[in-house]
């Protein structure tokens, strides 16, 4: 084995498929570590402190997953390395009760904020998809910034992002090649942002748009959403009082649709389910969950 190139010897470890099998592989010699890395295209990290050390050797990666707490500082190492990112997922696992426990007593764990999305966002501009879910210190400026240099995102989820606004929104509608975006949870969304959106290049490309518990939003702003030709799934659960069978009406002239999610509208009637019926001609599912005045 010792008589192989790096090219033969690369060859035989792309053969490897079995996760354990290449872990194995990896730890063989130095140079087997070096060449297995340099060809694995995806990888998820469990210590994030690690991140910068391990990068060196993951130069090639396409799809990286990071579910902890992760410094703005080894984020941001990691990004100048993993430039040809495609796929990024830096959704956060809570563990509810361990989480709140701790942040009774005052604990403040450091976590990603602005700052290290804009790094990576300037490092990483191949990103395609990217998930960010439970990130309390991501805000505006971060998503602008991911926005402005990454021109290709299709899939785009930032739920229960609790610092995210109309203006991300604003910046979001730039893009021309969105197909899927999930703001769950987003409370401080107002109508004025899905206007933006609705008005924006990304409203001929959006399939999915999920902006469920986002309570700020009125039948104004639903009624905005008919803009968008392409979208095939909405999802307003939880969205509030202040959507009724006005915004049903809205939502029913998106003949394009065919997934719906309107539980717990708790102001919907049987007006706006007899609309969406006589309309839908492509529905193959809706949700009517909590909605207590529809019999």
Known sequence: MERLGDDELAAVLKRVSHRRD????????????????????SLRLLLPQSLPSLSRRFTNLKTLEINTRISD????????????????????RRNRCFSDEFESYGFDFEDVTDSGLCGISFACQKLINFSMRWRKGIGDVGIAALISHAKNLVFLDLSWCSGISDTALEAVASLSSLMEVYLRGCYLITDHGLKSLAHGLSAKTMEVFD???????????????RLMSSLQELRLAECGPLVTDFGGACIAAMTSLRR????????????????????????????????????
């Open 260 to 295: 719906l999610d309107l539980s717990w509208l708790i102001n919907l009637s049987n007006s706006s389910l007899i609309v969406v019926a006589q309309n839908f001609q492509n529905l193959v599912e809706v949700r009517l969950i909590g909605c207590d005045q529809i019999t």
């Open 211 to 225: 902006v469920s518990e986002c309570d700020r939003i009125t039948d104004h702003g639903v009624s905005s959403l």
């Open 22 to 41: 290449r872990k194995a592989c990896s730890e063989v010699c130095k140079q087997w570590a070096r060449l297995e890395g340099s060809i694995r295209s």
């Open 73 to 92: 500082r080894n984020l941001q190492a990691a990004a100048e390395i993993c430039t040809n990112l495609q796929t990024l997922n830096l959704n956060f």
